[in-house]
T-cell receptor, first 113, second 112 residues
Framework: KAGVTQTPRYLIKTRGQQVTLSCSPISGHRSVSWYQQTPGQGLQFLFEYFSETQRNKGNFPGRFSGRQFSNSRSEMNVSTLELGDSALYLC????????????FGSGTRLTVV | GESVGLHLPTLSVQEGDNSIINCAYSNSASDYFIWYKQESGKGPQFIIDIRSNMDKRQGQRVTVLLNKTVKHLSLQIAATQPGDSAVYFCAENIPGTYKYIFGTGTRLKVLA
């Protein structure tokens, strides 16, 4: 079956703009999580969605938001972009019925200039 | 390819040797742990997991050891191959949540 699909793969934005990233989970997976990965901070948890509801949120400012649709696809949005938002944004899905790890997508590389 | 981390600790091993990658986790109540492998330009890939009621688990060429007393995990890779070159992360599940905390990662370089 298809893996976790993230679009776009690469994005360049200017400071102050906003951006929306998309994630399609593995078919049947209803839990979707987002992580930010940077060289300095490693993998940092952003938020997790299940059945269109945010279940957990990491320690990121309100400029970072997300949502999940009824088909489990998820989007995350970053408003008023800052240079420090440049990172690899990873989406991961999991089977809610299993105490299992995530399956990650390949990520969206966001560069803010 | 994309750089996962510029300041990661690096382990260099000869092809065919065994590798041991270590990780200290943060929460003594964590009850589930995973090792991930991340190759350049890709997302992390699940390797092996272990629950807190175990101290050892073996997979194909990989073994994870858990020492709860000192909050330490290790990943052993037998007969390391060039394809094992990647960054390896441990992750701990925070009990009662669906959140994982990832370690900073170790870069494994396999020398031919």
């Amino acid at each position: 079956k298809a893996g976790v699909t993230q679009t776009p793969r690469y994005l360049i934005k200017t400071r102050g703009q906003q951006v929306t990233l998309s994630c399609s989970p593995i078919s049947g997976h209803r839990s979707v999580s987002w992580y930010q990965q940077t060289p300095g901070q490693g993998l940092q948890f952003l938020f997790e969605y299940f059945s269109e509801t945010q279940r957990n949120k990491g320690n990121f400012p309100g400029r970072f938001s997300g949502r999940q649709f009824s088909n489990s696809r998820s989007e995350m949005n970053v408003s008023t972009l800052e240079l420090g938002d440049s990172a690899l944004y990873l989406c991961a899905s999991r089977d809610q019925g299993r105490m299992d790890g995530y399956t990650f997508g390949s990520g969206t590389r966001l560069t803010v200039v | 390819g994309e750089s996962v981390g510029l300041h990661l600790p690096t382990l260099s091993v000869q092809e065919g040797d065994n590798s041991i990658i270590n990780c200290a986790y943060s929460n003594s109540a964590s009850d589930y742990f995973i090792w991930y492998k991340q190759e350049s330009g890709k997302g992390p890939q699940f390797i092996i997991d272990i629950r807190s009621n175990m101290d050892k688990r073996q997979g194909q060429r990989v073994t994870v050891l858990l020492n709860k007393t000192v909050k330490h995990l290790s990943l052993q890779i037998a007969a390391t191959q060039p394809g094992d070159s990647a960054v390896y992360f441990c992750a701990e599940n925070i009990p009662g949540t669906y959140k994982y905390i990832f370690g900073t990662g170790t870069r494994l370089k396999v020398l031919a």
